[in-house]
């Protein structure tokens, strides 16, 4: 069966860095279309970054320039690289797999966390001002 599994998640002041993993098993990464969600108090669970199997990687126009989606398909793992965080960044944040969806959005907010079938847990990032 399939299995997401975030870490990397903490608290750190404004301006910090935080790295996430997405540990996968029963899928191939390569093959999907993955990506990192997230939903803070009282809004909708939104698309923060993306990246298909053509390795292109895309991103919410609010992380654009701080945040790095990327990939190691070997080790069947997700990462998101969050630089210059800031409070409205607090959120938990999921890691997605869906495969045979349109992965290609300019803007990674567009994706409608309904198309995903496969989710991890969440982790907890909390920026402190």
């Known amino acids: 069966r399939v299995q997401l599994v975030e870490s990397g998640g903490g608290s750190v002041e404004t301006g910090g860095s935080l790295r996430l993993a997405c540990a996968a098993s029963g899928l191939n990464i390569g093959d999907y279309c993955m990506a990192w969600f997230r939903e803070s108090t009282g809004r909708e669970r939104e698309g923060v970054a993306t990246l298909g199997s053509d390795d292109r990687p895309k991103y919410a126009r609010s992380v654009k320039g701080r945040f790095t989606i990327s990939k190691d398909n070997a080790k069947n793992i997700l990462y998101l690289q969050m630089n210059s965080l800031t409070p409205e960044d607090t959120a938990v944040y999921f890691c997605?797999?869906?495969?045979?969806?349109?992965?290609?959005?300019?803007?990674?907010?567009?994706?409608?966390?309904?198309?995903?079938?496969?989710w991890g847990q969440g982790a907890q990032v909390t920026v402190s001002s």
């Open positions: 997605a797999a869906e495969k045979g969806i349109y992965c290609n959005y300019e803007d990674a907010g567009l994706h409608a966390a309904r198309t995903f079938g496969n």
